[in-house]
């Protein structure tokens, strides 16, 4: 393990681009960002705003083609993965690096068993036989406080709840002890109780591994819990970044106080005078078509003359913030 001080992740200048008939799609455009043990970093943003693409690129899971990491560097422990082979990636894939997908439904074999899907880690990554897979198995469900673990590692993924499905993600990501965790929307489609639950277990398996977190999401209410610092993404590139309380108490990008004031409130006419949540204008822009200047201009309030003609670079704050904005 590296100890807490140390990057375990480096992204640097990473650049997904999808070719369709359309045209060129730049899912990740220019984007950077690290990660330590034991560090939870959140990443936000609206649906379409790369998130997901930025986890699959560094899980080298990208479909090519269409899709394709055209520049960039994804360190890991100092090695960059995208000058790996598919054998060199596969060692490392679901073994040192994970992630939890969104819909566990879709991600889950329907027709094996749960118990064989999280042995399969086992015998794929740690070379132990079938017996010894199937007892590891059982002893995951446990960790992951699946309830009658030895009947549910004999059930199909359909006989399930949600949340369950959810658990058995989880305990396939962390079957064995890796250094980066990715969660991708973990608690979409779940019920408030269940989200608590699968959020907590989350951190404290973090803490028993002392794993690096990467918590994919556009709830700021989940960040606002669990993260230590986040970034902000938009239309492929990361707008602000920053220690999440700092964040919090003081957005500073016009994009990352839309979605704060967006956060519903309870008792809100009480607090603002107002019934109604705060909305961003607009819609997030096609990739195709990208508007010229600063990507966020056509839907901000405080847009400047500038704004539409330079796309301002994401420059360093104080208190290790930094932002993309002419404001600043």
Do not use: W
Not at 77 to 94: A, Q, Y
Not at 191 to 218: G, P, R, W
Not at 232 to 237: E, I, L, S, T, W
Not at 279 to 306: K, N, T
């Amino acid at each position: 393990m590296v100890s807490n001080n140390e990057h375990i992740l480096k992204v640097q200048g990473l650049r997904t681009y999808f070719r369709t008939v359309e045209g060129i799609a730049k899912a990740v455009d220019d984007v950077s960002f690290h990660a330590s043990a034991g560090e939870t970093l959140g990443i936000v943003g609206e649906s379409g705003s790369g998130k997901s693409v930025s986890a699959l690129s560094i899980m080298r899971l990208i479909q090519n083609p269409p899709g394709k990491v055209v520049e960039g560097r994804i360190e890991f422990n100092g090695t960059n993965l995208l000058d790996l082979s598919e054998r060199e990636m596969h060692k490392i894939r679901g073994n040192r690096i994970s992630m939890i997908f969104q819909e566990p439904m879709t991600s889950l074999n329907p027709v094996y068993t749960v118990g064989n899907q999280i042995a399969e880690m086992f015998q794929v990554h740690q070379g132990l036989t079938r017996k010894k897979s199937h007892e590891r198995a059982i002893d995951m469900l446990a960790r992951v406080k699946m309830p009658s673990p030895e009947k549910r590692v004999r059930e199909h993924p359909f006989q399930l709840s949600g949340g369950m499905r959810q658990r058995v993600m989880i305990a396939m990501s962390l079957a064995c002890n890796p250094e980066i965790l990715i969660a991708d929307e973990p608690t979409t489609a779940l019920d408030v109780t269940i989200q608590a639950q699968i959020l907590e277990l989350i951190l404290e398996l973090k803490e028993q591994y002392n794993a690096a977190v990467l918590m994919i999401t556009h709830d700021l209410g989940v960040i606002a819990e669990i993260a230590q610092r986040v970034i902000v993404m938009y239309a492929g590139k990361v707008v602000e970044e920053g220690p999440t309380q700092s964040l919090f108490d003081d957005p500073k990008h016009p994009y990352t106080r839309g979605l704060l004031k967006s956060i519903p409130v309870l008792g809100l006419r009480a607090k603002y005078g107002r019934d109604r949540l705060t909305e961003i204008p607009g819609i997030v822009p096609s990739l195709y078509e990208l508007p010229r200047g600063c990507i966020f201009q056509p839907r901000c309030q405080e847009s400047m003359p500038e704004c539409t003609q330079i796309l301002p670079e994401l420059k360093s704050q104080s208190q290790g913030r930094k932002v993309r904005c002419h404001l600043y």
